[in-house]
């Protein structure tokens, strides 16, 4: 598992009021298997860590592009993504802080919020080469409804 350590001595020892972070990190492709990310290159992370009595604050802003495949046409597309992470750190990550090392890791708290930032689906804006009709089926798009010949009679019995 990869690290992205944040040294906090200085904030242990009440020499700094904060940590600041300040760093782009590129996912490798084994990173993101068992995920339906094809590509997440230079994700920009920005902010600090901060202590208030015996309490760790993390406030981050989380900023890249995803590439992801397109619902239709399987293509590569291009998803932005931005957001912010503004919570302090849970008892158990603080007791084991303080009895193991002058670091945090925060690369599982911004992978699991990259994983909620994931769609459901993308679709490509260039969609010019993909089959949209064939012998007997039509792509139906959310801009347009069409109710099934079929059930449409069953309207006339309620």
Not at 57 to 73: A, D, F, Q, T, Y
Not at 94 to 105: A, G, R
Not at 106 to 121: A, C, G, H, K, S
Request: include cysteine; charged fraction near 30%.
């Amino acid at each position: 598992m990869i690290n992205l350590n944040i040294d906090i001595t200085r904030l242990k020892s009440n020499l700094d009021e904060y940590a600041l972070i300040d760093l782009k990190y590129s996912f490798s492709t084994e990173e993101l298997a068992n995920t339906n990310i094809i590509e997440l290159n230079d994700v920009s992370i920005k902010g600090d860590i901060t202590k208030h009595l015996d309490n760790f604050h993390l406030n981050i802003e989380v900023k890249g592009i995803m590439v992801l495949p397109c619902s239709i046409s399987l293509k590569p597309t291009d998803y932005p993504f931005s957001f912010n992470i503004d919570d302090d750190f849970d008892d158990n990550i603080q007791k084991n802080l303080k009895n193991v090392t002058n670091s945090i890791d925060i690369f599982p708290i911004i992978w699991e919020n990259i994983l909620m930032e994931i769609p459901l689906r993308v679709v490509n804006a260039d969609l010019s080469d993909v089959k949209t009709k064939g012998d007997g089926w039509q792509l139906i798009t959310d801009k347009e409804s069409r109710i099934n010949p079929e059930l449409e009679k069953l309207k006339d019995l309620l």
